[in-house]
C-alpha cells in the first residue's frame, strides 16, 4: 500500500514562508508524478503545485511566483516551498501520487497564514 507522510505544516504570519515535505512509500518514487494539492473546508480541492518524474513542474496561477516543488529522488520525498504567503493560502495541504492513473493521498498537513 502506498503510503505518503506530510509534514511541515502549521501556523505562518503573512509574508512569510513555508516548506512542507511528503515522504513516500512503497512505490518506485522516481517513475512517477508527484504533486500538492489544498483544501478549504466546504471546497473542492485544488491542484497547487506539479513535478513530473523528470523535473517538469506546473502551478495554479494564485501561487506562480510564489511557489517551488521540487523532489528529491534519492529520499523519496516531494517539497513545496511557499514564500509571501497570503490569508488566502490557508488550507489543508495533501501530497499526491498519481500511479497508473490512480491517485493516492497523504492525511493532509494544515497551514494557516494569520497574524
Not at 31 to 52: C, D, S
Not at 75 to 103: F, G, H, R, W
Amino acid at each position: 500500500q502506498v503510503q505518503l507522510v506530510e509534514s511541515g505544516g502549521g501556523l505562518v504570519q503573512p509574508g512569510g514562508s513555508l516548506r512542507l515535505s511528503c515522504a513516500a512509500s512503497k512505490i518506485i518514487f522516481s517513475v512517477y508524478p508527484m504533486g500538492w494539492y489544498r483544501q478549504v473546508q466546504g471546497k473542492q480541492r485544488e491542484l497547487v503545485a506539479q513535478i513530473t518524474s523528470i523535473g517538469s513542474t506546473n502551478y495554479a496561477d494564485s501561487v506562480k511566483g510564489r511557489a517551488t516543488i521540487s523532489r528529491d529522488n534519492a529520499k523519496n520525498t516531494v517539497y513545496l516551498q511557499m514564500n509571501s504567503v497570503k490569508p488566502e493560502d490557508t488550507a489543508v495541504y495533501y501530497c499526491n501520487a498519481n500511479i497508473n492513473s490512480i491517485n493516492y493521498w497523504g492525511q493532509g498537513t494544515q497551514v494557516t497564514v494569520s497574524s
